[in-house]
């Protein structure tokens, strides 16, 4: 059973992306494929970095408004983050 403080990491953690994902547009530089080491369970987790990567992927290709679009309101990462953090939430009510 995971404990609250080890949610409340994997909420930090998760929180970090978006900032990783813009230092990428601004830098060219990442890696953030990885989607078997989180908690939060396999599909939801592995969609949400997909859509990281596809923002990574553009970045890299040096289509940064293409990236920007998809981290904007509406965009596909920023949905699928919205839904991952909904299912975190309803996760964390089973913890206490």
Do not use: P
Request: with cysteine; glycine share 10%; hydrophobic share 45%.
């Amino acid at each position: 059973m995971v404990s609250i403080d080890e949610h409340a990491r994997a909420i930090g953690a998760h929180g970090l992306w978006k900032t990783r994902l813009k230092q990428t547009i601004g830098t060219g530089r990442t890696a953030v494929r990885q989607d078997n080491q989180c908690a939060f369970g396999k599909r939801l987790h592995a969609g949400f970095l997909k859509r990281a990567a596809r923002v990574a992927d553009q970045a890299l290709a040096g289509t940064r408004a293409a990236a920007d679009r998809l981290l904007s309101f509406g965009g596909e990462y920023t949905d699928i983050s919205a839904k991952l953090t909904a299912a975190t939430m309803e996760w964390k009510k089973g913890l206490v």
